[in-house]
């Protein structure tokens, strides 16, 4: 499975952002689907989490401030950020393991002003 990620900019505290992850193929049997992100100089951490039946976890400091979601129709899965902050800003990469393969999306750069 390809993914491409995209929704990644530039936007002001308090502000919103959706980011999208294509796949080529299908995410249906997917076994988990997340999001990931990496702001320099640190390590790269799970964000989101969604697994083929439905459960999903947040790393505690985006809960309660962005939701992932997927549309198997589109082969898509989303991450909706809300009041980002300024410690939001890093790239972010799309994974989806699948059939015991981990694909990995190019990443998309999200950059949140104070």
């Known amino acids: 499975v390809q993914l491409q990620a995209s929704g990644g900019g530039l936007v002001q505290a308090g502000g919103s952002l959706r980011l999208s992850c294509a796949a080529s193929?299908?995410?249906?049997?997917?076994?988990?689907m997340g999001w990931y992100r990496q702001a320099p100089g640190k390590q790269r951490e799970l964000v989101a989490g969604?697994?083929?039946?439905?459960?999903?976890d947040y790393v505690d400091s985006v809960k309660g401030r962005f939701t992932i979601s997927r549309d198997d129709a589109k082969n898509t899965v989303y991450l909706q950020m809300n009041s980002l902050k300024p410690e939001d800003t890093a790239v972010y990469y799309c994974?989806?393991?699948?059939?015991?393969?981990?694909?990995w999306g190019q990443g998309t750069l999200v950059t949140v002003s104070s």
């Open positions: 193929g299908s995410i249906f049997s997917a076994n988990f």
């Open positions: 969604l697994t083929s039946g439905g459960s999903t």
């Open positions: 994974k989806v393991f699948k059939l015991g393969f981990a694909s």
